[in-house]
């Protein structure tokens, strides 16, 4: 009798790693873009892609070691014409972190992911992914009040044009797939819980998709989740069923959705089975970088099993709930930690793929 195909489940990371202490310190205490620290930035990111290839990782990322403070406003950071005062986000622990707010126009993106994406591609053996921030969460950069001679049209224009280059530029650069961070997704039922808020972000992001080809398209993914700094959430409370119908309304072919740490797995499970559009591959979530224990390979295997009871298996893939430092100054999870997830991700989907596949 002929042997079954062999599955194939893929995995892939979603960014942030830890900074190394040293660097982490280095940038806390002076300035964020001193040229000394160029060699130490350097260094992280080699030792980046080595420990997620010693891990075993298929796909790996420069971790965001060079994202300045957070994989929000990256591409933004230095630009003259805002002002610290913006869009507060508000986390379970009490503790905010904020966006820039737009002060006049026009709106400018001063880099693209892809310089990251060039860098980490001149380390690594194996394909890169590249994350890159939404429109809709930079779209909080506006100001409720209007700008003179800059109107909120203008400002979307702008945003879509350059959110539109950025995806370009690091397909064009090779990137295996670039993955939009949609974190405000599900902190937008939290903060309108009529779910206006919710759809103006998804019909945002759809403007920008819609510009993109099919065959783009396939290599284009977007990650959700409640959230994740200083081991503290900003939305977890918001159920799925909330959030999950109107994000498969976006028109990307991967989703990476943060599953591990929710509080009831095979409920997020069947909204995902119910409102999956057909050929959108759904990337779970099999470890969680807010939880300290380092699930064990047999732990990753049986969520992928698990999973795999809703979601077709040739559309499932695995992934990490979050990166796991997405603002560059947590410590709150080690390198070590985070490496050590990685490399149970690794080994836990494989010991699945065996399984489903027959090949014991
Ligand atoms: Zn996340």
């Keep these: 009798m002929a042997s079954p195909a062999p599955i194939m489940i893929p995995t892939e990371p ?54 300045y403070h957070n994989f929000a406003t990256y591409c933004v950071h230095g630009l003259p014409n805002t ?37 980490a591609m001149q380390y690594a053996h194996v394909p890169v992914k590249q994350a890159v921030i939404s429109p809709s969460a930079l779209s909080l950069m506006y100001p409720a009040e209007a700008i003179p001679d800059y109107s909120r049209e203008q400002f979307i224009d702008d945003l879509l044009r350059e959110h539109e280059t950025e995806i370009r530029r690091c397909l064009r650069k090779g990137a295996y797939k670039v ?56 939305s977890a409370d918001v159920d799925y069923s909330e959030l999950l119908p109107s994000l ?40 969680a970088p807010i939880d300290p224990h380092i699930e064990t390979p047999e732990e990753v295997r ?13 559309y499932l893939g695995t992934t990490d ?12 999870t080690s390198r070590d930690t985070a490496f050590a997830k990685i490399q149970a991700r690794v080994l836990g989907t494989k010991l699945a793929e065996k399984l489903i596949g027959g090949d014991s």
């Design 179 to 234: 993955q939009i961070d949609f974190t405000e997704g599900r902190l937008a039922v939290k903060i309108d819980p009529s779910g206006h808020l919710l759809s103006s972000f998804i019909d945002l992001n759809n403007l920008a998709l819609s510009r993109l080809s099919p065959e783009e398209r396939r290599r284009v993914g977007v990650h959700t989740c409640p959230g994740n700094d200083l081991d503290s959430t900003h």
């Design 321 to 332: 709930d979050c990166g796991f430092s997405p603002f560059g100054d947590d410590t709150s």
């Design 83 to 119: 002002a610290p005062d913006g869009f507060k986000i508000p986390f379970s622990d009490g503790h905010t972190r904020r966006l820039s707010r737009l002060t006049r126009g026009p709106f400018r993106y001063m880099r693209y992911a892809d310089c990251y994406l060039e860098v």
């Design 248 to 287: 498969f309304e976006l028109e990307a072919a991967n989703f990476y959705i943060a599953l591990a740490g929710e509080p009831d797995r095979r409920h997020a499970l069947k909204v995902i089975g119910r409102y999956r559009k057909p050929d959108q591959r759904i990337f779970v979530g099999v470890t």
């Design 302 to 314: 049986d969520r992928v099993l698990e999973a795999s009871e809703y979601i077709p298996v040739e």
């Design 14 to 67: 979603i960014g942030s790693i830890p900074r190394p202490v040293d660097l982490i310190e280095r940038v806390g205490s002076g300035n964020i873009e001193d040229p000394n620290l160029s060699p130490l930035y350097e260094d992280a990111i080699r030792d980046t892609i080595e420990r997620f290839e010693a891990a075993g990782s298929p796909v790996v990322t420069d971790g965001e070691q060079r994202k």
